[in-house]
């Protein structure tokens, strides 16, 4: 028995040792929407069917309730979690808010922590008190709650190494947008009730390094959008849309490098997305559409009469977020309308129903797109100028979260367990 114990022990010390040195690999999901932060992964042999007993590697329980998706390292998942004190699940419930880390093969929970506290939070009927989805680098998870609080933690062993609420607003229906890090600076939007901003920690230890005031005349402020990273003539620049406009950063200071309006848009939420050298938004309530705007060295300060490639404005998405394969883009609708245009001048090759109601964002991978909306059903297209749909799997369960990918595996969340689902 003692021989054992010892050698479970060495396993979990290498194991964690093992993480705590892991680089982000191809294969990883790091952050919201992958490796590339657009939706895309390099993996092949995904799954083309699915269901709540077919395909299924494992189901795992999740305490309370999140639309953060699962983030992926080695053989560690992590996600985040707003579970009710007490037991009890009411919209009013105080929450403890959490982080847990799952091991990949079984789904079992590694660790578990509670991270913040929260009395009587509110929240959008379709958002949940942990919406944000994680970010690793070297060894560390960084998690964060909107106005709730934002930490660090070691991925290893849950131990955590910063956490600070410092950083509260004034929200509208409670918090969305997910962290990126950039260099030694973890950045985030906070698009309030007013004040609207964008914030950078210090990613050692939580302090605030620089906060960027953004200006507009949208009458809501409230977004809830997560940034870009991306690079111009070897120039670095955080694109980060909010309520009526879209500002590029420089990541280091938080100056701005240029700006474009659109107008009322309000409450943004899909993630930009940046090929061909245009950089394509969705402006989001009360009427979204979909931009394109040039993206070149020569973007300094209001480009909004100067840089619109083209703009669509049907049928463009609230809240999923977009995907660019080869020539052609693809967004979907919150109503379940999947569009494909051409991704350098706007022309429309089909506008087509495709699901029920969807907030969960398009995965590109494996040749095929994957769309999974709000009640379970799981989308799977084929991408090209016409539309065609390969595959329908229906898991039957509320579903907001998007897509991650694990190996040749899909991870899909749903209210309240997590799957992972193989070919």
Same mark, same amino acid.
């Given at each position: &028995? ?7 022990? @060495? ?14 690999? $191809? ?71 959490? %982080? ?33 989805? %994680? ?19 070691? +991925? ?28 030694? @600076? ?13 914030? +950078? ?9 620089? +906060? ?6 949208? =009458? ?17 620049? @955080? ?11 420089? $990541? ?20 930009? @997305? ?5 950089? #394509? ?13 040039? +993206? ?25 977020? &977009? ?36 907030? %969960?964002?398009?995965?590109? %991978?494996?040749? =095929? ?15 090209? =100028?016409? #539309? ?36």
């Amino acid at each position: &028995m003692r021989i054992a114990s010892a050698l479970t022990t @060495l396993l979990l010390s290498l194991s964690a040792s093992l993480l705590c040195a892991e680089p982000t690999a $191809p294969t990883d999901w790091p952050e919201f929407r992958g490796p590339q932060a657009q939706g895309h992964s390099a993996a092949t042999g995904l799954p083309l069917y699915w269901g709540p007993s077919q395909h299924v590697v494992w189901k795992a329980p999740l305490p309370g309730i999140g639309w953060s998706s699962p983030v992926v390292i080695g053989d560690r998942i992590f996600v985040t979690s707003a579970v009710p004190v007490g037991g009890v699940e009411t919209a009013t419930a105080d929450r403890s808010l959490r %982080a847990l880390a799952l091991d990949a093969a079984t789904g079992k929970t590694v660790w578990d922590v509670e991270l913040f506290k929260a009395t009587s939070p509110r929240a959008h009927r379709k958002n949940s008190h942990a919406s944000p989805t %994680a970010v690793f680098e070297n060894g560390k998870v960084y998690v964060h709650f909107g106005h709730l609080g934002t930490a660090c933690l070691e +991925a290893a062993t849950g131990k955590t190494v910063w956490a600070t609420q410092e950083f509260a607003y004034s929200p509208v229906h409670g918090n969305g947008s997910s962290p990126v890090i950039v260099d030694d @600076l973890l950045i985030f939007t906070a698009d309030a009730e007013s004040d609207p901003k964008v914030i +950078a920690l210090d990613k050692a230890t939580g302090k605030q390094r620089w +906060a960027f005031a953004r200006q507009s005349t949208a =009458k809501n402020k409230f977004s809830f959008c997560t940034p870009l990273l991306i690079e111009i003539a070897g120039q670095k620049q @955080l694109i980060t849309p909010g309520s009526g406009v879209v500002n590029a950063l420089n $990541p280091k200071d938080g100056t701005e490098i240029w700006r474009f309006y659109y107008g009322d848009g309000y409450s943004v939420v899909p993630r930009p @997305l940046f090929a061909h050298g245009i950089i #394509y938004i969705a402006t989001g309530y009360n009427k979204p559409s979909v931009l394109a705007i040039k +993206a070149d060295a020569s973007n300094k300060g209001d480009v909004t009469e100067t840089h619109l490639a083209w703009s669509i404005d049907k049928a463009a998405p609230h809240n999923p977020s &977009m995907a660019v394969v080869g020539d052609e883009i693809y967004f979907v609708a919150d109503n379940g309308i999947l569009t494909c245009a051409d991704a350098k001048t706007g022309t429309v090759h089909y506008s087509e129903r495709c699901t029920g109601p969807i907030s %969960a964002s398009i995965l590109a %991978a494996d040749g =095929k797109l994957y769309l999974q909306d709000e009640k379970g059903l799981g989308v799977v297209l084929k991408p090209g =100028k016409t #539309y065609q749909v390969l595959a329908s799997n229906d898991l039957k369960e509320r579903a907001l979260a998007s897509y991650a990918v694990i190996g040749s595996d899909l991870l899909i969340r749903t209210e309240g367990n997590l799957y992972r689902v193989k070919k």
